[in-house]
């Protein structure tokens, strides 16, 4: 038996080995003609048969053993961690470089902006002098030089950042100059400048004109120079007035950042140069006015108005990082340098980790690779390469497995059951060769009635029985003798098994699917047939066939001995024979009606592939991203409608056509062709899988990512590739708008802290003693200043409150008057003039008071900001709402500007400004406050002014026609309300605020062109 079933094996082994031409011809025809399609697909694809039978033993060997598949794994696994860790090492290092380029931008811009703002103070001092020199030349028969003195020096006083005040008359010659030089006479004395072309601007400028240099006489001190001509109440030129601003000051806050720094161990180098590359501030004074432009990388783009940040040689001969940064409003620039080893210390860091958990990890996987191979892989070899065959017998069952199976773990358990497994098999395969045997007898006809013949006899061969039938059931489920033997004819005949009935072993059998025996007593049964004629013991093996229905085969005993396990599972291995058997013979006979059942049902198939083919094509066309299939040739084969959409070229145009027809319609929309045909050779040449281009579609700016993958068959191979394009442009936005954002947030929160900080240093001054007026406008300032931080912070948050759906509305019953008499009360402004057109009878609005109060003073404020002294409030009732109105007088806005007022951090590039501040959140605020309460807010602009409107909601149940009284208020009393007549028409009253020089109380963040 152990002979016979290793011949089987080695003869199916050798009909997979395609050289083996005999052993084809010998083995089975199915498996013949599976591996004859094997080898044909192997020459179709490997022309060259000894590459093909290579890369087939290969895989064969990888198939077969688990020590190289478990290598594999390993070191794909490894492989894939390394990727991993490369790239997560590349992406790490440059978000810290970049870090530290922003920290140094960061810096230098702050330098330059009080740069900047520092040369406008200057400027309007410098302009405001002029004006009283103007005016108090030959004041009342005074000595005009003297008092031009006296001014000079109070007003050097003032300024500790002046080195000297000059007065010129306007051919040069120095008149007055502060403070007075030893052994200097005026009369002797001429201002020379250099650059010598200061006084001859000055002469013809309408605004102060400066320049960096020195003045050479009557002295010699490098600056800032700036001079303005000095005009009469006449208008005539009576003089020139010119200071020179000490570099050395300008340097002073650059060298306590750098002390800073160096306190701390850093090193850190600031340089302010102007438009010529000279050195105009820096903490080494003894390089002032030195020309240093090819020294400092980046700089010449800064002086171009770009930010730049490079890297290059610094004064140590290492690699320094170069931040620059120009000033606004100047041709300087700002440039923050520091060694690149300290910037990125942490980037060294981060490297030694990684190579260290490297490290580990290797180390830890070799160790495991160890113990695997020595307590799994070997002795799983061992196992495998012994087990191969059956022995031949119990005696001949490998020592080394005996010893595999005293171990403890799940080799040792593999081992036990490998050996029983081996002891089971030596006694089943004797038992298996006779039903070998038998079954060949039976699946020898396809005959039904011959068929059951065969099993019959076949079963009472098998085992000890004395009688056999088989039972077939009718139309109606009843049970009846197909073919019986051993039986008599009256058995045969009368014998008649109803589904009801519940105690026939055939039914049960039947019933339950499964082997079913009794032992046959008439006094517990009642009369039967089967122990009329002389049998004890009956058992019922059912024989279920899915296509031919299912019949049962009875067996009877004349002993009363019931039949053992060992005997019921010979029969059950029969009977699936007999099963197959019996199933072929009764669909030989209905062939043709089931040849005629698998071609309708082959047509459904193939309806419904056609509608699942139909259903892909319907969800790839309705894809938003765009998807391309091309061939192995760089033919497309499928482009849906995204893709169209997104290259603006129709599917037709597409398809059939090489994909360079695709990337030719990117390159002509690119918004930078240069960068667009780079990224695109990238594609075409497969060196990448991942790329963006930027293209331009319907004067908009869109930001395409593509990415490439290969499509392969069931087998791996590569059949095509794939382009998927995906506009990403909205995550591009939201990227820019979280920079804009830091930005914005950062140059707001500066100016009122500073404010805070330098009003509460003033009042802790030990040495000066405030008056009373002065603590209070002091606390003020810091006051008004903090309620600018809170207002701030707080419209950021109501921002992201409204963004993420958390925005709550606390609705009461509310008058408009009050709520634009509240916010009157609120705004103080100088020189205005504010006018309420707002009818008696309004009825009541259901909103959130505080923020209707929020939208009111942001819309007022912009007024206030952009008109010319006019704001014209104003509201009526339209429809279920009340529309209220809020107009400036001022330039108004462009068309073109007017669709983004209301996004955020918009700012208008036209119109009047008396401010500069500002984030542009105020009416995107008031946007969002608007449709909290379901209503709308919409801008009309003409070269009349601006309007703002916005609606509120009626309060459910509101008598609009009834009239509501005006409470008497603070705006009342500056005469802000108006009164109304019969018909409707609004009478305004208008009244100037009083004048407010110290601060004008409006959000500066609320600031836009409105």
């Known amino acids: 038996m152990l002979a016979t079933g290793g011949r089987a094996r080695e003869a199916d082994e050798a009909c997979l080995h395609p050289n083996n031409s005999q052993a084809l011809m010998d083995c089975p025809k199915p498996i013949y003609n599976v591996v004859a399609k094997m080898v044909q697909y192997e020459e179709y694809l490997y022309p060259d ?323 695997l191979l020595v307590r799994v892989i070997r002795p799983l070899h061992t196992l495998a390469i012994q087990h191969q065959a059956l022995p031949a017998s119990e005696q001949s069952i490998p020592v080394h497995a005996t010893m595999l199976a005293a171990r403890n773990d799940e080799v040792g358990d593999l081992a036990r059951s490998l050996v029983r497994l081996e002891l089971d098999g030596l006694e089943k395969l004797g038992e298996l060769r006779t039903l070998l045997e038998t079954s060949n007898a039976v699946v020898g006809s396809l005959e039904p009635h011959t068929v059951v013949g065969k099993i019959i006899r076949e079963v009472r061969r098998l085992v000890d029985v004395q009688a056999a039938a088989v039972l077939l059931p009718d139309e109606q489920g009843v049970l009846r003798v197909l073919v019986s033997d051993g039986h008599s004819e009256r058995y045969n005949h009368l014998l008649s098994l109803s589904p009801e009935n519940a105690s026939s072993t055939a039914v049960l059998a039947l019933r339950d699917g499964k082997p079913v025996q009794k032992l046959l007593d008439p006094e517990q049964q009642g009369p039967s047939l089967s122990y009329d004629e002389g049998f004890r013991s009956v058992l019922g093996i059912p024989i279920i066939s899915r296509h031919a229905g299912g019949v049962v085969l009875l067996v009877h005993r004349s002993e009363p001995h019931p039949f053992n396990q060992n005997e019921i599972d010979l029969l059950l291995t029969f009977a699936n024979y007999a099963t197959l058997a019996w199933e072929h013979a009764v669909l030989y006979e209905r062939s043709d009606e089931r040849l005629r059942e698998v071609a309708r049902e082959n047509e459904r198939l193939y309806q419904q592939a056609s509608e699942e083919k139909q259903k892909l094509e319907a969800i790839m066309g309705s894809m938003s991203d765009g998807l391309v299939l091309t061939g192995i040739d760089g033919m497309v084969l499928y482009a849906n409608l995204g893709a169209s959409t997104i290259t603006d070229v129709s599917i037709e145009a597409l398809e059939r056509r090489p994909i360079s027809t695709l990337y030719d319609a990117l390159r002509t929309s690119a918004v930078d062709p240069v960068d667009c045909e780079r990224t695109l050779a990238q594609a075409e040449s497969a060196e990448a899988t991942e790329l963006v281009v930027e293209i331009r579609r319907y004067d908009r700016r869109r930001v395409i990512h593509l990415r490439l993958f290969d499509v392969v068959d069931e087998l791996g191979q590569p059949i095509g590739r794939g382009l998927l394009l995906r506009d990403v442009t909205r995550e591009r936005e939201l990227d820019e708008f979280k920079t804009t954002l830091l930005a914005a947030v950062g140059h707001e929160l500066r100016t009122p802290l500073a404010a805070i900080k330098g009003h509460a240093s003033t009042l802790l001054q030990n040495d000066v003693t405030w008056s009373l007026a002065d603590q209070h406008h002091f606390l003020q300032t810091i006051s008004s200043e903090a309620d600018r931080l809170a207002q701030l912070v707080s419209n950021l948050l109501d921002l992201s409150r409204q963004e993420a759906g958390l925005l709550t509305l606390n609705r009461v019953p509310n008058r408009v008057q009050d709520l634009v008499t509240k916010t009157m009360e609120q705004l103080s402004h100088p020189d205005v003039i504010i006018s309420l057109h707002i009818p008696d009878d309004l009825p009541l609005v259901n909103v959130d008071s505080a923020r209707i109060e929020v939208v009111l003073h942001n819309l007022v404020a912009n007024a206030l900001v952009y008109g010319q002294g006019e704001v014209r409030i104003s509201a009526e009732r339209r429809d279920d709402a009340i529309v209220v109105s809020v107009s400036d007088n001022g330039p108004g806005i462009a068309p073109d500007e007017l669709p983004h007022v209301f996004e955020r951090f918009y700012r208008a590039r036209h119109g009047r400004r008396q401010h500069s501040g500002g984030t542009g959140l105020g009416l995107a605020i008031c946007k969002a406050f608007i449709e909290a309460h379901g209503s709308a807010i919409w801008a009309e602009s003409s070269a009349r002014g601006t309007t703002i409107s916005f609606s509120l909601p009626l309060q459910v149940g509101n008598d609009a026609s009834a009239p509501t009284a005006i409470r008497p208020g603070r705006v009342q009393e500056v005469g802000a309300l108006h009164s109304s007549d019969q018909s409707g028409s609004v009478l305004p009253a208008t009244a100037a605020l009083p004048v407010n020089t110290t601060a004008a109380q409006i959000t500066t963040e609320d600031r836009r062109h409105v």
């Open 49 to 371: 048969v000894g590459l093909a039978r290579g890369v087939l033993a290969m895989l064969h060997f990888a198939r077969r053993s688990l020590l190289v598949q478990l290598l594999s794994v390993y070191l794909l696994f490894v492989l894939v961690v390394l990727i991993g860790g490369v790239g997560v090492n590349a992406v790490v290092e440059q978000q810290l470089f970049n870090d530290a380029q922003a920290s140094d931008q960061a810096l230098a811009q702050e330098i330059a902006v009080e740069t900047s703002l520092h040369l406008s103070d200057a400027k309007n001092s410098i302009l405001e002098l002029s004006n009283l020199v103007g005016q108090a030349d030959g004041l009342n028969g005074l000595d005009t030089p003297a008092a031009i003195a006296r001014t000079f020096q109070a007003w050097k006083a003032a300024r500790s950042d002046v080195d000297h005040v000059y007065w010129l008359d306007p051919v040069g010659d120095v008149v007055v100059f502060s403070p007075p030089l030893p052994g200097k006479h005026k009369d002797k004395l001429v201002a020379e400048f250099s650059p010598p072309d200061v006084v001859r601007r000055a002469l013809t400028a309408t605004s102060p004109v400066f320049e960096v240099g020195a003045v050479v006489a009557p002295t010699f001190n490098a600056g800032v120079i700036i001079a303005y001509p000095a005009y009469a109440r006449s208008g005539k030129l009576v003089g020139i007035v010119a200071a020179n601003f000490s570099l050395a000051k300008l340097s002073d806050p650059l060298g306590a950042v750098v002390n800073a720094q160096k306190d701390q161990g850093r090193r850190l180098m600031i340089s302010i140069i102007d438009d010529r590359g000279e050195l105009i501030a820096t903490p080494d004074p003894g390089r002032v006015l030195l020309t240093v432009l090819d020294e400092l990388p980046g700089a010449d783009q800064a002086l171009h108005g770009h930010v730049a940040s490079r890297q290059g040689l610094g004064p140590d001969g290492r690699e320094w990082l170069y931040s620059a940064v120009p000033v606004p409003h100047v041709d300087w620039a700002v440039i923050v340098q520091r060694p690149a080893g300290e910037a990125l210390a942490v980037v060294t860091q981060f490297h030694l980790w990684f190579l260290t958990a490297a490290l580990l990890f290797a180390i830890g996987g070799l160790l495991f690779w160890l113990m």
